[in-house]
């Protein structure tokens, strides 16, 4: 097995779920242009560097596989990106080890699976991975890491008891995992999966499905952490509601105990959360014409401040969600939501929505308009990540409608701004984006489409700025 597949493994400890309810077709109707997203206070006190080492190296995930399967395959590895200490010095910067609560020594993977990533060979903690490829089933992975585990520990041992309730599931639950194109990735179906098998009330093992998961793996981009303190909500839908704490840690529903345990668990992302609070958008590392971009501040001003706001000195960020109607792309990711009510009245049922801090899932018919901060690094765009550059998503006509990226960060396009890539004829072959894939379209948002003569490219010198 090559590391790389088993990092990805450690990551995706599942479910699964084996009742489908197929999707409804029909559009949603919304006679509404915008919401303003109102603001909820947040706990903005933690401490940063504690929220650092939290994040990268706390057990909140609560289960995983035993250390001492990878132990020796990664002996001679060392984690020189954030040069943790101890066992984890000999971890990718995705993976932890935690000592479970009976003690055994179990490897999982943390945030920083899906929330660092590298541009042009930059390695940024908080930037979405750009890289992730979910086409493949890891099932028969999966089943690996069961045979291991199962001839190296005693059945009676705390390894197998920490790894028991998932591990037998692991294997039935990847290919309800396994994604249409590459580059998306799947969490909320993890989420989904995660809670099916959760009491609400008291958070324990629960045994039995507690709803039904429709029978489309539903995937998106990553989006950057440095965006959570502009926010009023989060996720593309801006479902997210409340008090952030409890958003961030819905992870833990893999392997937390019981609401205790969950508290202990909260406590600790007051410090992650004052983290993203500290972090920056990156730097535009090459050098930008100062007239352009100011020609191009004003081309901003008149067609997209009105949703993304303002940058610089007078910053404002609105924090509007725009109708699925009005921004014109694909709507299928927030129709999932509205058709899809297990999750979010789990949720809303649970102990994340009814104990303080209080949280919620609104799922509204509409995407967030992001903040747009270090835009510059966080292709491809659009919440389904169909879209390469900045220059495409501009003019709606230029977008490739079958397009291959090459697989390495170093492959920047600095004049389109996004990934170098290839239009293709066919959606074959290896890494290829297929846009006429439900929930893959890269239609609308055509507010650049109107832009005329070099309005475009002076725009584009802006954004490098943000
Ligand atoms: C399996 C990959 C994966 C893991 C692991 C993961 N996330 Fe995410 N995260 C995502 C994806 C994909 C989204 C986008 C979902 C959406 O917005 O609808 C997201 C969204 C978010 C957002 C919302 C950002 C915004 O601008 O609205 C926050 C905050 C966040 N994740 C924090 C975390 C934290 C904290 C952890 C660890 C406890 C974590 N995530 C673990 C993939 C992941
Ligand atoms: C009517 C509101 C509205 C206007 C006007 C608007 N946008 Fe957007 N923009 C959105 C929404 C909503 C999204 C998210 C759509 C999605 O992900 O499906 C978005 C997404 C984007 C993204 C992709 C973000 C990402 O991380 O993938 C960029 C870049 C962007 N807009 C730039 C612009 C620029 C530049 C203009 C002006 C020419 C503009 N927008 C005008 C609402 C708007």
């Not at 090559?2 to 479910?15: A, C, D, P, Q, W």
């Not at 409804?24 to 603001?39: G, K, M, N």
């Not at 890269?442 to 725009?459: I, K, M, Y």
Request: charged share 25%; hydrophobic share 35%.
């Amino acid at each position: 097995m090559k590391n790389k597949t088993i990092v990805l493994l450690l990551l995706l400890l599942i479910f699964a779920c084996n009742t489908y309810k197929n999707l409804p077709t029909s559009s949603t109707d919304t006679d509404w242009i915008y919401e303003e997203i109102p603001a909820t206070p947040q706990a903005v006190n933690g401490d940063v560097e504690r929220g650092f080492e939290y994040i990268s190296s706390g057990n909140y995930v609560g289960t995983g596989a035993p250390y001492g399967l990878v132990e020796k395959r990664f002996a001679k590895y060392q984690d020189t990106l954030l040069n943790r200490a101890g066992d984890n010095f000999h971890l990718p910067y995705s993976q932890t080890v935690f000592e479970a609560e009976n003690g055994a020594k179990i490897t999982t993977g943390t945030c920083f699976s899906c929330h660092a990533g590298r541009i042009d060979g930059e390695f940024i903690a908080g930037l979405g991975d750009n890289k992730g490829d979910f086409r493949r089933n890891l099932g028969i992975f999966a089943l690996g890491i069961n045979v291991m585990t199962k001839l190296k520990y005693r059945k009676r041992s705390e390894e197998r008891e920490v790894f028991q309730p998932y591990g037998k599931l692991l294997r039935k639950g990847m290919k309800y995992i396994v994604t249409p194109n590459p580059m998306v990735n799947p969490a909320f179906r993890l989420e989904e999966g995660y809670a099916c098998f959760r009491d609400p009330v008291d958070l324990k093992y629960a045994g039995k499905k507690q709803y039904d998961m429709p029978d489309y793996v539903l995937a998106s981009d990553v989006p950057p952490l440095w965006h959570v303190k502009k926010k009023n909500a989060l996720y593309y839908n801006g479902m997210g509601r409340g008090d952030f704490r409890k958003q961030f840690m819905q992870a833990s529903l893999a392997g937390v105990r019981d609401t205790v345990q969950a508290r202990e668990i909260l406590n600790n992302f007051e410090d992650v959360l004052a983290w993203m609070h500290s972090l920056e958008a990156p730097k535009y590392p090459k050098s930008i014409d100062a007239d352009m971009a100011e020609r191009g501040q004003a081309v901003f001003q008149e067609h997209c401040t009105r949703c993304h706001g303002y940058y610089g000195e007078e910053e404002d960020y609105p924090n509007k969600l725009i109708s699925l109607e009005k921004v014109g792309t694909d709507p299928f990711y927030a129709q999932y939501f509205m058709r899809n009510d297990g999750l979010s009245d789990w949720y809303n049922a649970s102990w994340y929505a009814n104990s303080a801090p209080y949280s919620k899932h609104e799922p509204k018919a509409g995407y967030v308009a992001p903040p747009l901060d270090g835009i510059w690094a966080t292709a491809p765009y659009l919440h389904n990540a169909s879209v390469p550059t900045l220059e495409d998503l501009l003019n709606s006509k230029q977008r490739p409608k079958y397009w291959k990226r090459v697989w390495d960060s170093r492959a920047y396009d600095y004049e389109k701004m996004g990934w170098q890539y290839e239009s293709v004829d066919k959606p074959k072959g290896k890494y290829v984006y297929d846009t006429t894939l439900q929930g893959y379209g890269n239609q609308g948002h055509t507010f650049g489409d109107e832009l005329e003569g070099d309005e475009r490219v002076a725009l584009i010198e802006y954004l490098k700025t943000l």
